[in-house]
């Protein structure tokens, strides 16, 4: 029992959970395993999520700012599912957590006390911007049809923006050359101009075209 804060202590009624100290926006974790089967408003509670756990649990979070999960959702212990704020019928910010069991309020304290911590994930505030490199790609004795990591581009010469990394180029030149196919390694030493040599299709000690990796950057700028 405690005093109602809502009619200045002049009356006791009983509080069927216990209320935790909260910042607005504070994470909120489901405490097991279990299915969401309420997410949702009412002006008493503000935003809430009801959690069916095993063995007729129940667990439920009311006042919170953001609902993250939705109805028949299953979650994990310790998933975020929400965040703590102070809507509904309050004084101030907080979350208001309760346990059921077959229908009956227990004391969720012996519970929270035994709980697994919850570590958050750390997530970068920034993405990381991929290194763009402007390569043009041509070939030579004859333009192709150009292909870039397995997606037709056009006819060479093509000027492409790639980011540092690995990169696949097939260029097709028609019957009358070998396929050309090569692998790029982009970085800061990759020159801006690669030049791909086309072989007669006739000549058999260059069937595939293939050139080394090594023998790229060699090539580049030529």
């Given at each position: 029992?405690?005093?109602?804060?809502?009619?200045?202590?002049?009356?006791?009624?009983?509080?069927?959970?216990v209320d935790l100290q909260v910042e607005v926006g504070d994470s909120v974790y489901a405490w097991q395993r279990g299915q969401v089967i309420f997410a949702g408003y009412n002006k008493v509670s503000g935003k809430m999520i009801h959690l069916q756990h095993r063995a007729g649990m129940v667990s439920k979070y009311h006042h919170l700012k953001k609902i993250l999960v939705k109805n028949g959702e299953l979650v994990t212990g310790g998933q975020l599912i929400g965040l703590a704020g102070k809507s509904g019928r309050v004084t101030g910010p907080h979350l208001h957590f309760s346990l059921l069991q077959v229908g009956k309020h227990l004391d969720p304290l012996p519970y929270l006390k035994v709980a697994q911590p919850v570590v958050p994930k750390i997530t970068p505030k920034f993405q990381p911007i991929p290194v763009i490199k402007?390569?043009?790609?041509?070939?030579?004795?004859?333009?192709?049809?150009?292909?870039?990591?397995?997606?037709?581009?056009?006819?060479?010469?093509?000027?492409?923006?790639?980011?540092?990394?690995?990169?696949?180029?097939?260029?097709?030149?028609?019957?009358?050359?070998?396929?050309?196919?090569?692998?790029?390694?982009?970085?800061?030493?990759?020159?801006?101009?690669?030049?791909?040599?086309l072989e007669k299709s006739s000549r058999a000690d260059s069937a595939s075209g293939n050139i080394s990796g090594d023998a790229l950057r060699n090539s580049a700028g030529q």
């Open positions: 029992y405690r005093s109602d804060p809502f009619r200045g202590g002049r009356a006791n009624d009983f509080h069927y959970g402007h390569v043009l790609v041509k070939s030579y004795p004859v333009e192709g049809r150009l292909i870039l990591n397995g997606e037709e581009i056009g006819p060479t010469p093509q000027e492409l923006a790639l980011p540092y990394g690995e990169h696949f180029i097939e260029i097709d030149a028609g019957k009358e050359y070998q396929r050309f196919v090569a692998r790029l390694y982009v970085d800061q030493l990759f020159a801006s101009i690669f030049t791909a040599r």
